[in-house]
């Protein structure tokens, strides 16, 4: 499993960049598998940066933002390890369906409202990876843009007969049990 350090790492591969041109970085050109906070970005720079595995360079005293970091020969090393030890598995953490297996409590309406909301996101998010440059990409970063796209597409084609089906199904057993 890939940590923050990690996905940090990976996005220095890229090049050096400030606090905030990491976290754009991971936020936008990763959005399809991983997001960071502040409150996780800074104190995992600063470890980093304690084992050596990036640089910083900038005013001590000055913003976070006006410091730029870079990755070490050691970062690259743990970068590579990282990706060796990460192994396929891949974790789901998801509120909406956390909030779906609950909506029975909430009332018929909300599992309808949950799937027509998810519905519109994953089409929001199947627009921006369509919109990423493909062709500046490298052949791993354009597979997991490829295999992200794959499993929203599937998401949302299952949610448009599954989901729509359960909703009216939970619809008519709350007008049964009234």
Not at 41 to 48: D, E, H, R, V
Request: proline residues 3%.
């Amino acid at each position: 499993m890939l940590e923050i350090s990690d996905i940090i790492l990976g996005a220095l591969s890229k090049g050096p960049a400030n606090g905030y041109q990491v976290r754009s970085r991971i936020n936008k050109d990763f959005a399809h598998f991983q997001s960071v906070s502040t409150g996780s970005l800074y104190p995992a720079l600063g470890k980093l940066k304690a084992r050596g595995a990036i640089t910083e360079t900038g005013p001590a005293k000055g913003s976070l933002d006006r410091r730029t970091f870079e990755i070490t020969d050691l970062g690259r090393n743990l970068l590579r390890q990282g990706v060796r030890d990460a192994g396929a598995e891949e974790r789901l953490r998801s509120d909406f369906l956390a909030a779906v297996y609950f909506s029975e409590s909430a009332g018929p309406e909300e599992a309808a409202r949950l799937m027509e909301e998810r519905i519109g996101s994953l089409n929001q998010e199947i627009r921006a990876l369509l919109a990423l440059p493909l062709q500046n990409m490298s052949n791993t970063e354009r597979f997991t843009v490829r295999y992200a796209l794959a499993v929203r597409r599937a998401g949302l084609e299952f949610l448009r007969h599954e989901g729509r089906a359960i909703a009216t199904a939970i619809d008519i057993e709350s007008r049964y049990n009234k």
